[in-house]
């Protein structure tokens, strides 16, 4: 047992002194590279190689050279910050000429089968336009004969 714990002791001892002589060796060796560092700094700078103590660029695209956060692309940006359809009762945002996707779908429907009221004008003002209720089904069929004949 005693031999035991004094074998375990002298063991440790030499591990410590071992360890704390490889520790100075790696600082000396660290202080030693970093110097060497230091000195290639400006040659590395010189020659074009990004010097450690500069910032390093990944691959990519360098910062700034992407879409701003705010930015789309397309033409909502061009459209008023917040427009809302142009037709009362529709909570949809504008999208095209103050109508919303939808809407202005109905619009380009009206005014090719010119049905499209007065009202519906381009870039109408936001909740300034009454909406149309088209007839549909037998009513809408009604009406086209009647306006047919
Ligand atoms: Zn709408």
Do not use: N
């Not at 440790?12 to 000195?39: H, I, N, Y």
């Not at 074009?48 to 909502?76: C, E, F, L, M, T």
């Amino acid at each position: 047992m005693s031999v035991d714990k004094a074998f375990r002791e002298m063991i440790s001892a030499e591990v410590q002194q071992q360890l704390k002589s490889f520790q100075t060796t790696l600082v000396r060796d660290l202080s030693a590279l970093r110097a060497l560092v230091e000195g290639l700094g400006p040659i590395a700078s010189l020659l074009g190689v990004s010097s450690p103590s500069g910032r390093r660029r990944g691959p990519g695209r360098p910062p700034g050279a992407g879409r701003k956060a705010g930015g789309r692309r397309g033409r909502r940006t061009r459209l008023p910050a917040g427009g809302a359809c142009a037709i009362i009762g529709c909570k949809r945002a504008s999208r095209t000429k103050g109508y919303c996707s939808a809407h202005y779908q109905k619009l380009r429907m009206l005014s090719r089968s010119d049905r499209r009221p007065a009202d519906w004008k381009d870039y109408a003002a936001p909740q300034s336009v009454t909406d149309l209720v088209l007839p549909r089904g037998r009513a809408a069929h009604k009406k086209k004969d009647s306006s047919g004949s």
